[in-house]
């Protein structure tokens, strides 16, 4: 198991952002290098699912709230398929993005919305799932970082979310470690 993961499982691992937005923030990585969850093997996708449900409950029950964001397709900064959890309840109005924006069910339904994309974004909120398309990425990320901020002590700069050090790495290692061992 990494030095990092808070979590580990066959395929899967849950670790601190090394570059938080805000405390609580999280990463469901693969083991073996694929780029986007949307590529993993099926056969891997219970495991993907139990893994998010250990996610959430933690930021439900450590923040009341919790969203999950991945940045999709092969035009991404870091090409590994690393998923965000954070404790954040996003609000996505899908009308304000002219119906491009669509609920999903299941991670099956997201590998149908982006063969041949360039980008995308996969969000998980307490309401539904989405596919956000390429034309529909910067909006809905600037979105993101608003209600982020709003929610937490994440702070915009230039549009952009801060991204603390190892003093909030901390941070979520302690909560994670306080949840898990029901120490609260």
Not at 23 to 32: D, Q
Not at 76 to 100: M, N, Q, Y
Request: charged share 25%; aromatic share 10%; proline share 4%.
């Amino acid at each position: 198991m990494s030095r990092l993961a808070l979590w580990a499982g066959e395929h899967y691992l849950v670790i601190p952002d090394e570059h938080p937005r805000c405390a609580g923030h999280v990463l469901v990585l693969t083991r073996e290098h694929v780029i986007d969850h949307a590529d993993a093997p099926t056969a891997w996708l219970h495991e993907l699912e139990a893994t998010q449900k250990k996610v959430r409950r933690f930021h439900l029950e450590m923040f009341g709230r919790y969203s999950f964001w991945e940045n999709g397709g092969r035009r991404k900064e870091v090409p590994h398929a690393h998923l965000h959890g954070i404790p954040v309840e996003l609000s996505i109005d899908r009308t304000r993005f002219e119906g491009r924006v669509r609920e999903i069910n299941v991670w099956d339904d997201l590998r149908r919305e982006v063969v041949a994309v360039e980008r995308y974004a996969y969000v998980e909120t307490g309401r539904a799932r989405y596919f956000i398309p390429e034309d529909q990425y910067w909006p809905l990320l600037a979105l993101v970082r608003r209600q982020t901020a709003a929610q937490t002590e994440g702070q915009l700069t230039h549009d952009a979310l801060v991204r603390y050090g190892p003093e909030v790495v901390a941070r979520t290692q302690a909560l994670w470690a306080a949840w898990d061992s029901g120490n609260l």
